[in-house]
């Protein structure tokens, strides 16, 4: 697979996103449209006696019409009971709709429908991992609750049908096992519509079958699936085709575009291919390339990335880089809980980030502030989703998606690119984990194996911790040294300290230099050589961590203190210490330390020895101690080693 992002070129026509601008409101728009449609779903929760059994494949026939709003058809399950026997068997089902029949093995058999799901008796106990099928048969008008699970609207004057289920919403409109423990390890859908009408759906489009007045589609999805990721839509589509070549492969896409829009559309879609090649080059081939990718125009604002489907309002830049992102991230492997809902929309949002950094790359570092500015616009919040009934913190632009994209970013940063994209590939591709869900360890787990540290503390502070750190930099320089010193403040008390590799420019008019140190407590002292008088300094001036209200202050001229230079910090094959005042006259000795405690190194300084490099070339990635005496002179601290 093509991993190493450091030798990603894509050739990208200059003219192809000359009219893209960055829109600091395009996240919270995308937050706010998802938030709308599926407030009042999470009042569903998937009942027990739906835990007992697991769904291999779903047959569904809807009959649709775009000018009424309803639904008819059946719906057959193969599934197969887990544990002990079954006896009956449930889905989940709105009361509203009206269930007509059941039939299991060619005969009716008895149903009751009550609470939110259809309760099925089968006539004798079906044996444990014997697969077994049934048949719902069932009409009515869905819930119009208002939050987009079945929607009837016009466009230009045309009737149009779409659905949007994430994350229980499903069950609005077609029986079914609401989870996210469970996909239907296939689906096929047919749906018959007027024939003046076209379809939208999940897969391939197999089959299109006149039978009288209408005509029936065929979509076949030979992937595992989400129950939320399944979808219909039905208007007067014009269909806009393309490919997306992969050196010797390709991939098709249709675009199901509201006809007067065709134009606008045609200008825009050809953006998607370089995403999807830039996707392809850092995540690996795009999960379902056996079958297509698609979008379906709708009436939600935003988007919705039901699989190989998605559902847009618009071909805004973002948007579709958003949502196609989610192919991997959130269809793929799909977050395990509401909980972890950052693992889709974290994800999602800083896969858009990452085509600004590629495609467009004068955008890249705006991304960056804007989200950091918007992370910091309050002291508090925690990615991690406490309760999933809050439907405004669930979709919380600021944290579900800005900051767990930035969290991302910052592992990045502390990682190095080899090691964190070679991680987000092998949790892509975990057996245990691809085309099923994930929890927020499953990547934790995949981060500390490629990077061969523990990364406790820092999920323990970026993920559920809340707020961010607030920096205060003082600095002085005499001759050709700076001194300086980190101290922080949290805004919010649950974390004690973010610890964290920083950035500084020291610069005047004509010379500028980048130091990186790794802070590990508030108050450090730091020693820098500069070889140009210095006028000012700015913190973290690429917007690579999580800061706000940060503050830069010039101190008087002072005498350094006794103070042992490290860098490049972080480091990749050699690491030089440095010593100052009354040190370099000295024999010194320093000890490396790996994170475990195991000593990896000591070296020893001569009498006027001012520098000694060593050779980190066999250190494994990762953060390293060290302990340096001269006299009576001792210090400590730590350095980094990515590559």
């Known amino acids: 697979m093509k991993k190493a992002i450091i030798f ?78 079954l006896d009956s068997l449930a889905f989940d089902l709105n009361q509203v709709l009206t269930v007509d029949s059941v039939v299991y093995h060619s005969q009716r058999i008895s149903w009751k429908h009550d609470s939110a799901r259809v309760i099925i008796h089968f006539p004798s106990v079906i044996p444990q991992d014997r697969t077994d099928s049934v048949t719902v048969y069932y009409h009515g008008v869905p819930a119009d609750n208002g939050f987009g699970s079945f929607v009837q609207s016009t466009h ?133 390339q056996h079958e297509k990718y698609g979008h379906a125009e709708f009436g939600a604002g935003g988007g919705m990335e039901h699989q190989t489907m998605t559902f847009v309002n618009a071909f805004q830049f973002e948007l579709v880089a958003h949502e196609l992102a989610h192919q991997w991230f ?64 669930l979709f919380n632009s600021r944290l579900s998606y800005a900051k767990g994209a930035l969290i991302l970013h910052q592992l990045r940063w502390i990682m190095g690119d080899s090691v964190f994209f070679a991680a987000l590939n092998n949790y892509l591709n975990d057996f245990s984990l691809a085309y099923g869900f994930a929890r927020t360890e499953n990547l934790k787990s995949h981060l500390e194996s490629s990077w061969g540290r523990d990364l406790t503390w820092y999920f323990d502070d970026w993920f559920k911790g809340e707020g961010y750190p607030q920096y205060q930099v003082r600095w002085s320089q005499k001759s050709d040294t700076v001194s300086f010193t980190l101290s922080q403040t949290q805004s919010s008390p649950t974390v004690s300290f973010f610890e964290m590799p920083v950035q500084l420019k020291f610069k005047n008019a004509v010379h500028d230099t980048m130091i990186g140190v790794y802070n590990s407590f508030s108050g450090e002292l730091y020693t820098a050589y500069i070889p140009f008088a210095v006028d000012s300094v700015i913190f973290d001036p690429d917007y690579q961590i999580i800061s706000g209200n940060n503050q830069v202050n010039a101190v008087g001229e002072h005498s350094l203190q006794a103070r042992l230079m490290v860098y490049p910090v972080p480091a990749s094959d050699i690491v030089t210490f440095r010593f100052g005042g009354s040190q370099a006259t000295r024999r010194c000795s320093i000890s490396v330390f790996d994170d475990s405690g195991r000593k990896r190194d000591e070296v020893i300084t001569t009498p006027g020895q001012t520098e000694i490099n060593l050779d980190t070339h066999e250190y494994s990635p990762g953060l390293y101690f060290y302990l340096s005496g001269c006299g009576d002179f001792h210090d400590e601290g730590k350095f980094l080693i990515i590559r």
């Open 156 to 288: 230009a004057g045309a009737p149009v049908i779409w659905t949007l289920s994430e994350p229980y919403g499903a069950s609005d409109w077609w029986p079914c096992k609401n989870s996210l423990t469970d996909k239907a390890d296939s689906i096929d859908i047919y749906i018959s519509v007027p024939s003046s009408y076209k379809t939208a759906s999940n897969g391939l489009l197999v089959s299109v079958s006149p039978e009288g007045a209408n005509t029936v589609y065929h979509w076949k999805h030979r992937y595992p699936i989400a129950t939320y990721l399944v979808c219909l839509a039905v208007t007067n589509y014009a269909v806009y085709p393309q490919v997306v070549p992969f050196g010797n492969d390709t991939l098709r896409l249709f675009n199901y575009v509201y006809p007067e829009d065709s134009a606008n559309a045609a200008s825009l879609l050809p953006s998607i291919i370089p995403m999807i090649q830039l996707y392809d080059s850092l995540f690996g081939l795009y999960p379902f």
């Open 8 to 85: 990603i070129c894509l050739i990208v026509p200059d003219f192809l996103f000359a009219q893209v601008t960055f829109n600091p409101g395009d996240l919270g728009k995308i937050a706010e449209a998802e938030s709308e449609s599926f407030t009042g779903k999470l009042r569903q929760r998937p009942c027990i006696s739906t835990s007992d059994y697991k769904v291999n494949w779903y047959r569904c026939f809807w009959n649709i019409d775009p000018n009424i709003r309803e639904i008819s058809g059946n719906v057959t399950t193969l599934f197969k009971p887990k544990g002990t026997g």
């Open 330 to 393: 959130g269809d793929k492997v799909t977050c395990g809980s509401w909980t972890d809902i950052w693992l889709n929309e974290g994800f999602a949002t800083y896969l858009s980030g990452l085509c600004y950094e590629h495609l467009i790359p004068d955008l890249w570092i705006r991304f960056r502030e804007v989200r950091i500015k918007q992370i910091t616009s309050q002291p508090g919040g925690s990615v991690y989703c406490a309760d999933t009934t809050d439907i405004s913190r």
